[in-house]
């Protein structure tokens, strides 16, 4: 049966880490996993909730290296990278598994729902963009965090895994990712994700926020000045 691991990067989680977690481990009837916590020098309870559900190893504070300290350390075939108040629902590995194993894909992404709010930000979404509909429709594989970005450990490997800058990083490696190897998106079932960043920065900035740094960087503005407009929320 092939490994996952599960990669979560984390810094100052303690208020959200634990019910992530605990539905990973729920889900250990579905696959063989093991969960690494990349810590970024949390000082609050973090570490100590974490110690009890996984390995936890420590990283240089960044998104893409806790990401790829986590990788570094995971032993499985399949690297998973989720958030810290993510849920994984039930059949989420074992199709994570079956695309892998059945149908050779060589990574990927799920589609989403918002815990909280879920019609609200995807419509602002819609409009803000001027879509008619949402994008995680299945030929849409590029993927975000918030996707639960999952890959092969040689592919990963093989691209030198996430680039060293300090937001998009996801969405970078997403792209590099299909450019060179089939990858799908798992429609069904749907990662469950905190609308937290909405709820507190407010959900007209929060989306104007995201499209805004989603532009820039694609015309090349450096990394280091678009993490100024959108910092981390806890």
Do not use: C
Request: aromatic share 8%; proline share 4%; hydrophobic share 40%.
């Amino acid at each position: 049966m092939t490994q996952i691991s599960v990669v979560v990067p984390t810094l100052d989680e303690g208020s959200v880490i634990e019910p992530t977690l605990r539905t990973i481990l729920e889900r250990r009837a579905e696959a063989d996993i093991e969960v690494i916590v990349a810590d970024g020098g949390s000082h609050d309870r973090t570490i100590a909730i974490a110690e009890r559900f996984g390995r936890v190893v420590s990283a240089e504070r960044g998104k893409a290296r806790q990401l790829n300290a986590g990788a570094r350390a995971a032993a499985g075939d399949v690297l998973f990278f989720v958030h810290a108040d993510m849920e994984i629902p039930p059949g989420a590995l074992a199709e994570l598994r079956r695309v892998i194993e059945q149908e050779g894909y060589d990574g990927g992404g799920f589609s989403n729902v918002f815990a909280r709010h879920n019609d609200r930000i995807k419509q602002l979404g819609r409009v803000m963009n001027l879509r008619l509909r949402d994008n995680d429709h299945a030929r849409n594989t590029v993927f975000f965090g918030d996707n639960g970005i999952f890959v092969r450990r040689a592919v990963f490997e093989a691209l030198g895994g996430f680039k060293d800058i300090p937001i998009m990083e996801d969405y970078e490696f997403s792209t590099r990712l299909r450019s060179r190897y089939r990858v799908i998106r798992i429609q069904s079932p749907r990662l469950v994700v905190s609308p937290r960043r909405h709820e507190r920065a407010g959900f007209v900035r929060t989306r104007l926020q995201w499209i805004l740094v989603k532009r820039l960087f694609m015309l090349g503005v450096p990394p280091r000045l678009l993490a100024r407009l959108y910092r981390d929320v806890r």
